[in-house]
Every structure is written in structure tokens, then in C-alpha cells.
């Protein structure tokens, strides 16, 4: 969607056909999309909710912080998807047909460029490393003001780290009116009551919440692995987390997909081979691999490695290393922020051949 409406907007679309194959049509608020953004961006008109400051709690550091120029904005899916197709429908040059899609050869006889957004887990690099990002959230409402919807908790690790790296966020949208969030990194999914329990302590015990009701909830998985996504791959162009767009070290997905879509739509307009189009950077890459193995391997804790980042360089700084924008001078400060021995071991790992 985030490509095509690119090229719909552009005028690239005027002399050509575009089928979208999807499962159903979308018309579920399946999720939510949190990001951080300088000034407007291109989904701007969906912005349901934005912050400029936003809290950070860990047992080592807590701290406001204020944004600026950043904004932490949310978009709900479905604001999302009905914007899209609404622009869609005034080009009948594109087509939707509802339907699971199979085997890719059929549809790649059927055009000449095809776009895939399918991941499919089962081809997972056995030397990668993998974690999971999952969660459970679930939108309260309480009965008195209780939120100040100016400010947000962008992550809150007083929870209990056993399984891992955990931690809570919550996104007030009134006074009323908020979504929580409870996150873990790991290797394995946790059952429903554990899920439960963990959001139900957060809001008891760090929120001291009262009365309320639970009006929607939300679960969701995130890959978050060290492997490879080669942008043509079987065939076709890969887009978003099928093609590497997840953040392996954070998850955070949204705003890296509208970079690449703003490439890839600059490409075809200009009339230019999608073939030269920059990789991702492979320094990132590295970074994202060395963070990942020190979360997977428990060579420092989680809690401990975001706190050291957030408590000692400004949270622009933090922000844009992990949207991959940061300079070699700023990543030498954020390293020096980490300690030593741990991401040395990591590092060693991630270049020793597998
Ligand atoms: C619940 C949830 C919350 C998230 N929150 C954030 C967030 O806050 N910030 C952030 O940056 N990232 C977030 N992410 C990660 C990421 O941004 C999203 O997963 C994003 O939607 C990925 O875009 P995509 O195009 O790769 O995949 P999708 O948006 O999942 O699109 C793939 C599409 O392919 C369709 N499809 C799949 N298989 C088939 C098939 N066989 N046949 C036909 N159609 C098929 C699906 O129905 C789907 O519509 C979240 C992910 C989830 C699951």
C-alpha cells in the first residue's frame, strides 16, 4: 500500500495495470503502528495520536524525554487501510482480487514486475540469529481522568525480567483513554494467561490503575533476526518485513518501509533499474546482529543495554541509530555508552564464519 500509493499519486500509474493479490479485504484494525518522525510525513492525514515527550522507566534510569524535532506519532490499521484504498478506488487501473495467493509462479507468469509482501517464516537461516517480539495489548478506558494524552511511555522495564527482555508501554489517546502494551524479546511465545498476568501486574502495580474496562485487545508477533533479505529474490521484488524492513534489534518496521517505498517509487518513476538500488547498509546491519546476540544469548540484560542507551546520549541520538541515520562520530558515542566485554563477545560471534 505505502509503494502503490506512491506510484497512484505520482501519475506513474496513468499507462499501466496493477493486480493486488491480498487474503481479504482489510477491513479489521489488526494493529497499530507506533514510529518516531521528524516533521509531516506522507501518511500524515492518518495520524491518529502524537507525542512529544515520552517517559522511559528501567530500575538503572528513568527519565521524561522530550522529542523534539522527533514526534512519536501512532496510526491505527484501519485508519490506514481505508485511507489507502480510498485513494485506490479513483484508479481503476488498479485491481484487488481476494484471494490466498499460492504458488508464486503462477503470479509471476501473469505480470512482468511483481511486488511480494508475504514473509514467510519457514525459510528462516538456521546460522541467523532469531528472536520473537511479541505482545498483547489491550485499549482501557477508565472511568475518572487518569492519562495525560500529551505524553506516552515509550518503554518500561520495572517489569519482571524472567523470561527475558520485557517491558510495558502505554499510549494515553484521552484522559480517559489508553493502549497497553506488553512486550517481550524471546525465543519462545508465552500462553495467553501469561500474557495476562503480565499486563495485569503493569497496570496494578506501576500504574495503579482503578476501575476500567478493557474496550479492544491486540496480539501480535514480530521477527526479529539477524538473517539476509535480499531485495529480488524467487523472482520478485520483496517489500517490507519479507524484505528485510524489520529492524532486527528493535522490530520497528513502519517508518523503514516508507523509506524504501519512497526509493523504490523514486526508481520506477525515473525510469530507472530497480537492480541498482542501494542495499541496506551493512554497518546497521552489523550493529543490529551484535545487539541481537547480546539479547539472545543473555550476555547483558535487555533492560540494562536500553537504559545505558536512553540514560547516556539524547534520545535524538538514540532515535536515529536505530532508524539507521546516525553518523560514525554519534555511533562511536552510543558504543562507548555499552559496556565492553559483553558486545565485544557478541561481535566476535556474529564475524566468526558459521
Ligand atoms: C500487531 C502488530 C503491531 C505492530 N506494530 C508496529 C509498530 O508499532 N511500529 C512498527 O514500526 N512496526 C510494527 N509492526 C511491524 C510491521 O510494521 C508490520 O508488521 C507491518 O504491517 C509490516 O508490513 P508488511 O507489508 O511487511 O506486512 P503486512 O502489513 O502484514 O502485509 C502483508 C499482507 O499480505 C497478506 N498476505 C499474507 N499472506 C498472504 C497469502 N498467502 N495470500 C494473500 N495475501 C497474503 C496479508 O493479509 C497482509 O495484508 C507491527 C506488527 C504487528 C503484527
Not at 484522559?175 to 501486574?201: I, Q
Not at 478493557?214 to 520483496?238: A, C, K, L
Amino acid at each position: 500500500m505505502s509503494l502503490l500509493l506512491r506510484l497512484a499519486r505520482s501519475g506513474y500509474l496513468s499507462n499501466k495495470r496493477v493486480l493486488v493479490y491480498e487474503r481479504s479485504p482489510k477491513n479489521l484494525n489488526d494493529r497499530t503502528w507506533c514510529f518516531w518522525e521528524k516533521g509531516e510525513g506522507f501518511f500524515e492525514e492518518v495520524v491518529h495520536h502524537s507525542w512529544d515527550t515520552v517517559g522511559f522507566y528501567s530500575n538503572e534510569f528513568s527519565s521524561d524525554l522530550t522529542l523534539a524535532p522527533y514526534r512519536y506519532k501512532m496510526i491505527r490499521g484501519i485508519d490506514f487501510y481505508r485511507h489507502c484504498m480510498g485513494v485506490l478506488e479513483q484508479y481503476p487501473q488498479v485491481e484487488f482480487r481476494y484471494e490466498e495467493v499460492g504458488a508464486t509462479e503462477v503470479i509471476q507468469r501473469l505480470a512482468p514486475v511483481v511486488f511480494n509482501s508475504i514473509y514467510d517464516p519457514s525459510q528462516k537461516d538456521p546460522r541467523a540469529t532469531h528472536l520473537l517480539q511479541h505482545f498483547k495489548g489491550r485499549v482501557i478506558e477508565t472511568a475518572e481522568d487518569f492519562f495525560d494524552p500529551a505524553q506516552a511511555t515509550l518503554m518500561d522495564f520495572r517489569v519482571d525480567q524472567g523470561y527475558g527482555t520485557t517491558f510495558a508501554y502505554v499510549l494515553p489517546l484521552t484522559r480517559r483513554k489508553a493502549l497497553v502494551e506488553y512486550t517481550l524479546f524471546t525465543e519462545r511465545l508465552l500462553s495467553n494467561a501469561e500474557y495476562d498476568r503480565g499486563l495485569d501486574e503493569y497496570m496494578d502495580r506501576f500504574m495503579k490503575i482503578g476501575p476500567h474496562q478493557v474496550i479492544e485487545e491486540e496480539f501480535g508477533v514480530i521477527p526479529m533476526t539477524g538473517q539476509s533479505f535480499p531485495f529480488y529474490r524467487n523472482g520478485m521484488y520483496q517489500l517490507g518485513t519479507a524484505g528485510g524492513q524489520t529492524k532486527a534489534s528493535s522490530g520497528y518496521t513502519f517508518q523503514f518501509i516508507q523509506k524504501r517505498s519512497d526509493l523504490i517509487a523514486r526508481a520506477l518513476i525515473e525510469g530507472r533499474s530497480l537492480y541498482q538500488l542501494p542495499s541496506d547498509s551493512s554497518r546497521f546491519l552489523f550493529y543490529d546482529r551484535v545487539l541481537l546476540e547480546v539479547l539472545a544469548k543473555g550476555l547483558w540484560p535487555g533492560d540494562r543495554v536500553f537504559a545505558r542507551l536512553f540514560a547516556r546520549n539524547p534520545v535524538q541520538r538514540v532515535f536515529a541509530f536505530l532508524d539507521n541515520e546516525t553518523s560514525l562520530m554519534d555511533e562511536l558515542k552510543l558504543i562507548s555508552s555499552l559496556p565492553k566485554l559483553p558486545f565485544m563477545q557478541a561481535a566476535g560471534r556474529v564475524l566468526a564464519p558459521r
